[in-house]
């Protein structure tokens, strides 16, 4: 028996009037979502504790059989976890977005967050310009003054660790749940590290915003990556293991580092995928292909496929394009793998980790749907997967029981 978790990050979502009242995943064809939620348990269920932020780190960590309510420090030790990163005692890890903010004669509160991602720059780009404005001798200076140290990734999100660092009463805010408003009532507030790390960020926006990277940028019409944005703090994390609590070897597939820093902390094995970037142009016939090899061929009995794109289509206001990937998951992606897998007895997890909104562009709490298939049996819902459909099945009140529901025989 083998055993499949697939993750379209963001899928769910609330009717909107762009698509006539009606969400991405009731207008979008996908016939293999649809075939299995008919033929399985089609739920709904709630990945996120209220109490917590409702994000891909609490979600997932849930999904993964790990209750956020007990090990979720935050998101980017997670993220941390995927580059090896051993925080040690008093190390206070951030995400550093290379973000977009309004030019302009304005004070630096008043500018408008454009985008968390830089318009989805380049990765060898982002690490260059990240890497270039700690090197600059008065941001070295600054951040040397602050102990904090960078590393980077090939994508827009890198990682900063404040060594003997003070996050107590600190908060900070996504980028991604405030696009086009004022960054200053976002900026990070409260405790003494507050000042530090806004005096990092004005710093950043000045010395980037003259790099050569960004006048080539503004040249060709794109956005400048003009701005760290750190949030997601957080300390050193323990998590259970996978093997231990299920008694199966797996792999995870993923463009996303806290998808491969969960994997890490639990013990499953990474799995890199050429091609795969996290956004609308990833590589989903590869994750698809790659995750047929894995269980056949490499023999894992478990393996995760996470899907970014959809969520960050929401996040850009991108309608077309969330649908699109909605799509290219079913065809590419979850096509892929039951062609793959015929003949093989096999169980399958398919959901959304949380809500991601066209319309505010930004996370939400609440119940998302759920496939539950097993190749063996036949008997199902009868109903294509929306969120409306999956509210007429059981409810799961909480996901950390889903990985259970999984494996259950």
């Known amino acids: 028996m083998k055993y499949i978790l697939i993750i379209g990050d963001g899928m769910a979502d609330d009717p909107t009037d762009k698509l006539g009242g009606k969400t991405p995943l009731e207008v979008t064809p996908k016939p293999n979502m649809d075939f299995l939620a008919r033929e399985g348990e089609l739920g709904s269920v709630s990945n996120c504790p209220r109490e917590l932020p409702a ?20 998101r980017a030790p997670l993220e941390a976890a995927a580059q090896g990163i051993a925080l040690k005692p008093g190390d206070v890890a951030f995400r550093c977005n290379m973000a977009s903010l309004e030019e302009g004669d304005l004070p630096f509160e008043k500018r408008k967050i454009l985008s968390h991602s830089s318009g989805g720059i380049d990765g060898e780009l982002s690490r260059t310009l990240v890497l270039d404005l700690f090197a600059d001798p008065e941001f070295h200076a600054l951040a040397e003054a602050a102990g904090a140290e960078v590393f980077p990734t090939l994508t827009y999100r890198h990682i900063v660790i404040r060594h003997k660092g003070d996050a107590e009463g600190l908060t900070l805010t996504p980028p991604h749940d405030h696009l086009t408003e004022e960054c200053g009532p976002h900026l990070p507030r409260g405790g003494s590290a507050a000042p530090v790390l806004r005096g990092l960020m004005e710093a950043s926006f000045r ?5 050569p990277i960004n006048v080539k940028r503004r040249e060709e019409g794109k ?5 760290i944005w750190f949030w997601a703090q957080g300390t050193a994390v323990e998590l259970p293991s996978f093997e231990k609590a299920y008694h199966k070897r797996g792999a995870v597939i993923s463009a996303v580092p806290l998808c491969h820093g969960i994997g890490a902390l639990i013990g499953l094995d990474r799995i890199m995928v050429p091609g795969a970037t996290g956004e609308k142009d990833t590589n989903y016939l590869g994750k698809g292909q790659a995750a047929v090899k894995a269980l056949l061929e490499d023999g894992y009995d478990f393996v995760g496929v996470h899907v970014e794109a959809p969520d960050e289509c929401s996040h850009n206001g991108d309608t077309e394009g969330k649908q699109k990937s909605i799509s290219d998951l079913d065809n590419f992606v979850l096509g892929t793998i039951l062609s793959g897998l015929k003949g093989t007895d096999f169980r399958i997890l398919i959901l959304s980790d949380h809500k991601t909104l066209t319309d505010t562009r930004g996370h939400a709490h609440g119940y998302v749907p759920y496939i539950l298939y097993d190749s063996r049996t036949s008997a199902g819902s009868g109903l294509s997967y929306t969120e409306a459909n999956g509210l007429l099945g059981p409810h799961v009140e909480d996901g950390v029981a889903l990985m259970g529901m999984l494996f259950r025989s």
């Open 55 to 74: 994000g891909s780190d609490t979600a997932i960590l849930s999904i993964f059989g790990c209750d956020p309510r007990q090990c979720y420090t935050g």
């Open 207 to 211: 010395i980037l915003s003259a790099h």
């Open 223 to 227: 956005l400048p990556a003009n701005c």
